[in-house]
């Protein structure tokens, strides 16, 4: 079993910037490919970014292109998530997700663990 447990969220004002944290245990996940996704009241859990096993392919929704970098330090079982220029939309609960099926995937569904999900609000 994998653990996953994110970190980093916060309030943070329009323009300002947060780096999200998603610390493994249980197993390493250095094999996993390691996905980002959130989720704003009343709406359906939405992929963000993704990054295979070993950082050379990364992906990101249209949204968050250019102002979010997705990386990860498999030495330390963690992934990361940094996010520049904040938008109000982005306020949401981040969820780090992960899969052992190495798919390279935006999809939620195909992610076998999931942490508990870190708050980020931006205010305007």
């Known amino acids: 079993q994998v653990q996953l447990v994110e970190s980093g969220g916060g309030l943070v004002q329009a323009g300002g910037s947060l780096r999200l944290s998603c610390a493994a245990s249980?197993?390493?996940?250095?094999?996993?490919?390691m996905g980002w996704f959130r989720q704003a009241p009343g709406k359906e859990r939405e992929f963000v970014a993704v990054?295979?096993?070993?950082?050379?392919?990364?992906l990101y929704t249209d949204s968050v292109k250019g102002r979010s970098t997705i990386s990860r330090d498999n030495a330390k079982n963690t992934v990361y998530l940094q996010m520049n220029s904040l938008k109000p939309e982005d306020t949401a609960i981040y969820y780090c997700a992960a899969t052992a099926g190495g798919a390279f995937t935006n999809i939620p569904g195909r992610y076998d663990y999931w942490g508990q999900g870190t708050q980020v609000t931006v205010s305007s």
């Open positions: 990054i295979s096993w070993s950082g050379a392919s990364v």
């Open positions: 249980g197993r390493t996940v250095s094999r996993y490919v």
